[in-house]
């Protein structure tokens, strides 16, 4: 599993950057694979707490049932900076079942009445997408090859 603090740890300009972007807005877009394999978005919510990615979920929701089944998803930002000068930020990773008392430690709230599940993220990529002037900068990262960036005209 790659947690967040890995990648704060080994990237942590990068990582701090993103973790604006993302914190800029509270709703996110989560995309998710339905049974029949189509993707679907859904609106959510998502913290980073205890050097992990946290995603939380009402029961009985086809973002839940999607997840329990095919726990590879994507989440995007929700972008609100129009001009993109900070950036547009998104993930993928592997949906983990997360622990309620970990997440209730951690938040200091107590889970919603009639339930809730959580997740935490095991990364697989990260990737911000800003403009510079007249240039497109994209920043990326995965396990694998580590930070990379490149920019267009």
Do not use: N
């Amino acid at each position: 599993m790659v947690r967040w603090k890995e990648l704060e740890d080994s990237e942590p300009e990068f990582a701090a950057r993103c973790r604006a972007v993302f914190d800029a807005g509270l709703h996110k877009v989560l995309a998710t694979l339905d049974a029949s394999g189509a993707p679907r978005v859904s609106g959510t919510e998502m913290d980073f707490l205890g050097g992990d990615v946290w995603l939380g979920s009402m029961p009985d929701s086809r973002k839940l049932a999607d997840l329990r089944r095919d726990p590879r998803l994507a989440v995007h930002c929700a972008t609100i900076d129009q001009a993109l000068s900070a950036g547009d930020a998104k993930l993928t990773g592997i949906a983990l079942p997360g622990d309620l008392d970990t997440w209730t430690e951690l938040t200091g709230k107590k889970v919603p009445p009639g339930g809730a599940a959580f997740f935490t993220i095991d990364l697989r990529s990260l990737t911000l997408t800003r403009v510079a002037g007249d240039r497109l900068v994209i920043e990326h990262w995965t396990p694998e090859a580590g930070y990379r960036k490149s920019d267009r005209a």
